[in-house]
């Protein structure tokens, strides 16, 4: 937002509650510490949500529409299909951090809720369809040899940058989620048929 | 363990603490919860560790030490760097109950910990070292071809299971991790040079 003026209460619950659902999950976060970092009282917190799992609903659905909106900036832009993926592949940056969605995963009582899982279900299958298509495209253009199957090909790239945010936390270091990309894109380099290699 | 003795209280601690942490996370895990499931007192406990930071770290080492035990016993094992890689690949199972060591790099306590991160940096390295043992050894004897360098190539492959849980768990359905699993294994199996494509 480019506006200065104030966020309403509704706004800054849904942003104070995004923040610390990446920082601590959903276990970890107590809707105390969305009350202190929005700044608002209780009594705002239960006119706007029914409580903590409404509100954290919420925030999930808004990180999904945020990532969704950065991956398709690359999926959808310019260059081969290899360009494409490379650059939603690089694009990635606050490695340390991990994904705010991807780490919804590991709380139980996330995947555990129908409701609280399914923006992290559409998320990454609306993802690995995208990513597929792309691959597709580049197949049906002659850009990309027939292996490996979109699908499959789309669901080990999406599953490179999940994973990378894995070992880059274990080390603290984002070098491991650097490796994992350059060795995808390299494996994927190989699949290009000859006139279309000039580019990446 | 085979022996039908029953189990001493320190074993049972850290056993408990291994599928509490699996399931819930160290936040999610309470000291409570630890001694309810061993089935021993909170003076056991106090005896034995001096609280939940170090049991903890005895648990994550001891399944640090196991998945590499696994791990190990598919890159050891024989046949073609090709048939080594998918043999570590294909051998992934409980895959909705995610990686215990994966997850912990979720857990602010845990990466925030110079101690508790540690065996999750160590066991993610020594896997990473490993594979790119193999691939190289693949690249010396002729097997795969020199692309990609085989520490990019490891961090793919050790990313693409990670990554491929986190996939798994917001779909609540093993097969985006089969299908990352897949796109791999074609990536992998489009280096292999054509004397050695008869095996996988």
Redesign the interface.
Known sequence: MSTQEPLGAQERLVRSTQELLW???Y??TSPKAILERAGVGQGSMYHHFSGKSELALAAIRRTAEELKQGAESCLGGPGTAYDRIAAYLLRERRVLR??P????????DV?RSAEL?QP??E???WL?GRIAEVLAEGQRRGEL?A???P?????????????????A????DPA??D??????L??????RTPGTRTTG
């Open positions: 920082e601590r999950g276990v970890g991990g994904c969605i991807g780490r919804m995963t590991q709380d139980r995947v899982r992290l279900d998320l990454f299958g690995q040899t292996e490996p199957a699908a499959a090909g789309a669901a080990a790239v999406a599953a490179v940058v999940q994973g990378g945010y894995v070992l936390r274990a080390a603290d491991p989620f490796a994992a990309v350059q060795g995808v390299a494996l994927l380099a190989a699949q």
